[in-house]
């Protein structure tokens, strides 16, 4: 079972929030008017209600972004599925930031993956200190620096048929792979990380 205890907590907190995603997310028009209505409250004075609208309105738009990110997930591998891909903006407490995931389910089989992205988040930041200092991750033997697409990875293997895989991408972006239960599971979280697609990525994170 992949387990991830900081995205559980982010899709709770998403959901109580009510900004996981759902079926149908706001338009621009919609958007727009939120901000509207938060800048008229403004000039009025009324700083608590122009504040709440104001925040919803980022919410919103955290929201968009990360059903966009949605569309970055590679196809499932041959006799795999994949689940619809979810995902919302983050509480505050978890440092905020936009997330989207995607779960890949094995077919026959007990095998089992998911996709984690992370953007607009002070843990990115973190995760590139980490990665500028590669001398300080193999001391402390937390995997094995890689490189997918240009980008900086740790890839950790620590069961024979468990693999996660950690990449930075373009600075902004963590890419968070896990895979269970099946025999080349190292394998499976570099082809997974590979068949991202950077092109769409960096456009959404450079708007």
């Given amino acids: ?119 607009d988040s002070p843990f990115i930041v973190t995760l590139g200190a980490m990665l500028s200092n590669p001398l300080m991750l193999q001391g402390a033997g937390a995997g094995k620096l890689v490189r997918v697409k240009g980008f900086k990875g740790l890839l950790k293997a620590e069961a024979p048929k468990h693999a996660e895989l950690q990449l930075l991408a373009y600075g902004k972006v963590l890419i968070n792979i896990t895979v269970d239960g099946v025999a080349k599971a190292k394998e499976m979280a570099l082809g997974l990380a590979e068949g991202i697609n950077y092109a769409k990525l960096k456009k959404l994170v450079n708007q």
Avoid: H, N
């Fill in 1 to 119: 079972m992949v387990k991830r205890k900081w995205l559980v907590a982010a899709v709770v907190v998403g959901i109580v929030l009510g900004w996981a995603l759902g079926p149908a997310l706001a338009s621009d028009d919609e958007i727009a008017q939120q901000i509207s209505r938060g800048l008229e409250l403004y000039r009025q004075g009324k700083l608590t209600q122009a504040i709440s609208e104001l925040e919803f309105a980022l919410a919103q738009m955290k929201q968009k972004k990360a059903g966009l990110l949605g569309g970055i997930f590679p196809p499932a591998p041959t006799g795999w599925k994949v689940e619809k891909p979810e995902g919302g903006a983050m509480g505050t407490i978890l440092g905020g930031g936009v997330r989207a995931s995607c779960r890949y389910i094995q077919q026959g089989g007990d095998g089992e993956a998911s996709i984690d992205v992370l953007t």
